[in-house]
C-alpha cells in the first residue's frame, strides 16, 4: 500500500501541475468521446445487419413462395433452389418449409437441413399483419436462436392456403455482431492510446517554455544569472517581462535599504563615539554611566543595523558563500585566540554553498563558536554536513559543541533572549546568542541548543543552502 506521505505528495502533484489537469482532461474527454463512438458505430451495425438480414429472409421467403405449387392430386409440389448450401446441413439453424393450412391441401415440404418440424405459434400470440406476414423468435433443433418469417398465401384455384416459412440462424447474427463490436474496441483503444500519447507529447511540448522559465529562475536565484533571458513564445513573454521588471525593483529596493543602513550607522557613529569620550572624561560614577548607556547603544544599533542588513538580503536572488572557505578561516581566528582549547573541524565532501552573505555567516558562526570557546574546558567540535530548512528542504546544518557545562533545557530559550546572561561571572554582554537567533530566523533558518555528546552545549544551526554547481 502507498504510504501517507507518498499518497499527499501525489494529490499535491495532481492538483498544482498544469500539464496534470491538462492531460487528464484531455485523456478523460478522448476516452468518453471514443466510448461514444464505439457505441453509436456499434449500433448502426446492428442495424444495418439486423436490416439486411431480415431482407436476406424476405428474398428467401418469395423465393419459396414462388417455387411452390399445387400437384394434380392435390399435394404440394416444388423444389426451391435458394444457392445457400445452408439450406443442405441438418442443424445449420437455416431452413424453409411449406405446410397445408386447409384441409383440402395435401402435403408438406421441408428442407434438407430441416430434420424436425419447427412448431408455429399460434395467430393469437403473434398475429399475422395486413399482408398475412408475421415474424418472431424461437429455439432451433441445434439450439440456437432462428428468426422466423412467414406467411399464409392461397396457392390453389379452390381457394386452398399454405404457410410458408422461412427461418434464419439468429445466433449467427449476433455472434458477427459481437466479434465486429470485439474488433471495433480493439481497433478504438489502440486508436486512443496513439491519440493521448500525442496528446501527452503535444502538451508537454507546448508547456516546455514554462520549463524553461522555471530553470531561469532556478538559476537567478542561484546567483548563476541576472534576468530572464533567452526567446519565450508570445503568450509567456509578457510573463518574462514583468518578472525582470519585479527583480529589478527588488534589486533596487536592496540596493536602497543598504544604502540606508549605511548612511544611518554613519550619521550615529560620531554621535556615539563622542557620547563615550565624554563619559570617560567625566569620570566618577556618572562617566561610567554614560560610558556604559553608549555603549549598550552602540551594541542595540549593530544588532538592529546587523538585522535589517539581513532582512534587506533575506529574498535576494544574487548571494551565495561557500561554507567550508568561511568557517576554516573563521576556525583558524578562533583557534589563534583560544590556544588551550583543542577545535576539532569537520565538513562533507561535497562543497555546500550558503544562499546568503559572507557577513551573516560569519557572524553566526563566530558568535556560537565564541561562545563555545568561552565555555569549553579543553574541547570545541565544528562539523557541517546537509540538512533541511522550513522552505524547500535543502540547507547547511552547522553543529558546534563543547565539553563545558552545558545549558539546562529549562533554560535553553533564556539564554536566546536579548541582554540575558546566565552567569554574570562570563564576560559579555548577553546579545551574541540573540543576534545569533534572529539573523537565522531572518533566512527562514532554525536554531537549536541541546545536549551535546562531548558533555557540554550543542548549538545545532540550520541555513538555507544554493546549488553548488552555479558557483563561480
Known sequence: MTDPKTQSWLRRIVSRSLAVRVIAFSSFWAVIALVVIATIISALF?????????????????????????????????????????FLQPQSGWYWAVEPVTSDLGGALRSPSMATPIPSPDSGEVPFNTGFQRSYMTVG????????????????????????????????????????????????????????????????????????????????????????????????????DETNALIDNNRRIVERSRKQVGNLAHSLKTPLAVLMNEGHAVGGERGKLITAQ??????????????????????SLVFRTPVKASLERMARVMGKLNPSIDLQVQFPDEPLIFAGEREDLEEISGNLMENAMKWARSRVSLSVEEGETQG??????????????????????????????????????????????????EYGGSLALERSSLGGLKAAVSLPRAEAQSAS
Do not use: C, W
Not at 62 to 67: A, K, L, M, P, Y
Open 46 to 86: 446492428r442495424q444495418v445487419s439486423e436490416r439486411g438480414f431480415d431482407s436476406v429472409l424476405s428474398a428467401y421467403l418469395n423465393n419459396v413462395i414462388g417455387s411452390v405449387g399445387i400437384a394434380e392430386d392435390g399435394d404440394l409440389q416444388g423444389s426451391p433452389n435458394l444457392d445457400d448450401l445452408r
Open 141 to 240: 433443433p441445434g439450439g440456437d436462436t432462428i428468426e422466423v418469417v412467414e406467411a399464409e398465401l392461397v396457392v390453389g384455384d379452390q381457394g386452398q392456403v399454405a404457410r410458408f416459412r422461412v427461418m434464419g440462424n439468429r445466433s449467427e447474427l449476433e455472434e458477427e455482431v459481437s466479434q465486429f463490436v470485439r474488433k471495433l474496441y480493439g481497433y478504438l483503444a489502440i486508436f486512443g492510446l496513439g491519440m493521448i500519447a500525442i496528446n501527452v507529447f503535444a502538451i508537454l511540448y507546448g508547456l516546455r517554455p514554462l520549463n524553461r522559465v522555471q530553470q531561469a529562475l532556478s538559476d537567478i536565484r542561484a546567483g548563476s544569472a541576472q534576468r530572464l533571458e533567452g526567446p519565450f513564445p508570445t503568450e509567456i513573454e509578457s510573463l518574462a
Open 294 to 315: 553608549a555603549t549598550a547603544l552602540q551594541q542595540q544599533l549593530d544588532h538592529y543595523l546587523q538585522r535589517a542588513r539581513a532582512a534587506a538580503q533575506r529574498d
Open 392 to 441: 524547500d528542504g535543502h540547507g547547511v546544518l552547522i553543529l558546534i559543541e563543547d565539553d563545558g557545562p552545558g545549558i539546562p533545557e529549562e533554560k535553553a530559550r533564556d539564554a536566546l533572549k536579548r541582554g540575558r546572561r546566565l552567569d554574570e561571572t562570563k564576560p559579555g554582554t548577553g546579545l551574541g546568542l540573540a543576534i545569533v537567533a534572529d539573523l537565522v530566523e
